[in-house]
């Protein structure tokens, strides 16, 4: 079957940095997603790798390793408004995306 | 700028009773796609439409029923509701299926099955 496994949830300290990993087990691979959902609204999209390595963006970075099935979401000089869910998606063979259960990340003071 | 669009925001509904849920885009996306989110699990698809015209089955199809007469619209039936249909629905959509074409969601719709 088709897995995507992270972390249930994670707490950090504002102004720091926090790493959130996502591990996955799909039939192929065409590309991996990361979104973030606040509370009661809808996710938005943070990144996309399909090749190996790290692609950042402002504060947020995404690295991806095919041979290993896994990624990581980075988070730099964390603010509150970080506090939200952070989805794990992996499109398969099929091109159908996998979505892992989210993270949910808690910022502290 | 709306994006997308989904009606109602929340509904309850009595088991038994059919319920149409509209989702409605003005990106002129081609692929749609209806969701279902419940705690603890990740987004699970239920439908989806690459084109107008088309509709496919997800991983949770069954106890729901799409159409896709055209490009903006892509409603979601429940024929007739049970308690498990007790979730919050996303409508989505992107450019293509393929590519990096990211997804964009409607605000949701939380609908509660007595």
């Known amino acids: 079957g088709q897995n995507i496994d992270q972390p249930t949830e994670m707490t950090a300290t504002e102004g720091a940095i926090v790493q959130i990993n996502c591990t996955y087990q799909t039939s192929g691979f065409n590309g991996l997603f990361w979104y973030q959902q606040h509370a009661g609204e809808a996710p938005t999209f943070l990144s996309y790798n399909v090749l190996d390595g790290l692609e950042e963006k402002g504060r947020f970075s995404s690295f991806l390793s095919r041979s290993k099935g896994y990624s990581y979401l980075l988070l730099k000089e964390l603010q509150m408004k970080d506090s939200a869910s952070y989805l794990c998606?992996?499109?398969?063979?099929?091109?159908?995306?996998?979505w892992g259960a989210g993270t949910k990340l808690i910022i502290k003071p | 700028t709306a994006g997308i669009t989904q009606a109602p925001t929340s509904q309850i509904l009595a088991a038994g009773r059919s319920m149409t849920l509209r989702c409605t885009q003005d990106?002129?996306?081609?692929?749609m796609y209806w969701y279902r989110q419940d705690l603890g699990l990740g987004l699970r698809l239920i439908h989806y439409s690459n084109t107008a015209g088309t509709t496919g089955k997800g991983e949770v199809p069954d106890g729901y029923s799409v159409s896709r007469a055209n490009t903006d619209d892509f409603p979601l039936t429940l024929a007739s509701a049970v308690p498990s249909q007790t979730s919050v629905y996303f409508c989505?959509?992107?450019?293509?299926?393929?590519?990096?074409?990211?997804?964009?969601f409607g605000e949701g719709s939380r609908l509660t099955v007595l």
């Open positions: 998606a992996v499109r398969d063979s099929n091109y159908q995306l996998i």
């Open positions: 989505a959509s992107s450019d293509s299926m393929g590519g990096p074409g990211e997804l964009f």
């Open positions: 990106m002129r996306h081609n692929a």
